[in-house]
Every structure is written in C-alpha cells, then in structure tokens.
C-alpha cells in the first residue's frame, strides 16, 4: 500500500512528465508553424536583392516609382470617377537562383467620397488595381535594375523592348 509521502512524490512525478508531454507538443506545433507552407523557388525581390548597391537600387527605384506616379496622377490617372488614388506597392517574384523575374505588379487603391446632405453620412466608393508590369520572359532583376537606373523608373524602357512600366499603367487603369 502507498503511503501518503510516496503519492506526494508520484503525483509531483505525472504532473512534471505531463507538463514535459505539453511543452514538448508547444514547441512542435510553434516549430511547425514557424515554416513557410511551401519553400518554393521564387522569393519577393526585397528578399533576392543582395549587396549595397541593389539594395539601394531595388528601394530607390520603387520610392521612385511613387514620386514619379503622384507627378502625373492628377493630369491623366487620378482624374474622373476616382480622384483620390494611391500607388501603394511594386513587387516583383524572382527566381531565387537564376534572378529571373516571375512577375512584377504593382497595386493601387482609389476611392471617391462624398457628403450625404440629409444625413451627415460620408459615403465612399473604393476601387483597386493590380496592374502587371510589361517584362519580357527571362527578365532578371539585375536587367530592370540596370534599365531603370538614373532614370526616371516609370518611363525608362524594360529589357526586351515590351515598353515602360508607364505603358503597364495605361492598359490597367
């Protein structure tokens, strides 16, 4: 028969191994959530790029590309149904070994909003735009890097003579 000491102790016993037991499930479960659901070969350009000198091209030629679209928005994209449109982000899906580009869009979103007079209500109507840039197959990052830099990036011609990332915009919004 077990004394009351030796039930202390094995009860002491099952709570630590069930707490081992639940700990070592935890990190289990937080270890496999921590991996991607897929590593698959392409990778955002913001992850690809490498060294100072990409680096500072990739971020300086999408800061650009913002400037450059806020410049004409008012004269030709942001007048008519939707005055109020924001270029928001330019993103490009590279291969991770060869540097070749999947696919680069760049997203917008719009809205229009106006005064209910009877009510004081604000009514907005939204829209958004995934616009594809105009890249030749095989592109590599390294290649639009090199077309666009010391130019303006919105109008400077794409490796493979398919046209700007302007040219993109006109054909998406």
């Known amino acids: 028969m077990a004394t009351p000491r030796s039930m202390r102790f094995s009860g002491r016993l099952a709570a630590a191994a069930c707490g081992a037991i639940l700990l070592a499930s935890t990190l289990q479960i937080a270890a496999a959530a921590a991996k991607p659901a897929y590593a698959g070969p392409y990778v955002d350009a913001s992850a690809y790029i490498h060294g100072e ?14 400037r450059d679209f806020d410049d004409i928005c008012g004269d030709t994209f942001c007048e008519g149904e939707y005055t109020n449109t924001e270029a928001l982000r330019f993103s490009c899906s590279v291969h991770r070994t060869s540097g070749r580009i999947g696919m680069c869009l760049w997203v917008f979103a719009a809205s229009d909003e106006r005064i209910e007079p009877s009510t004081g209500k604000v009514v907005a109507q939204t829209q958004a735009w995934h616009c594809r840039t105009p890249l030749a197959p095989g592109t590599t990052l390294e290649e639009l890097l090199a077309a666009v830099q010391g130019r303006s990036p919105l109008y400077a011609p794409l490796p493979g003579g398919r046209g700007s990332i302007f040219d993109g915009l006109v054909d998406c919004l």
Not at 53 to 66: R, S
């Open 53 to 66: 000198d990409q680096i500072n091209a990739w971020y300086g030629m999408t800061w650009q590309l913002k």
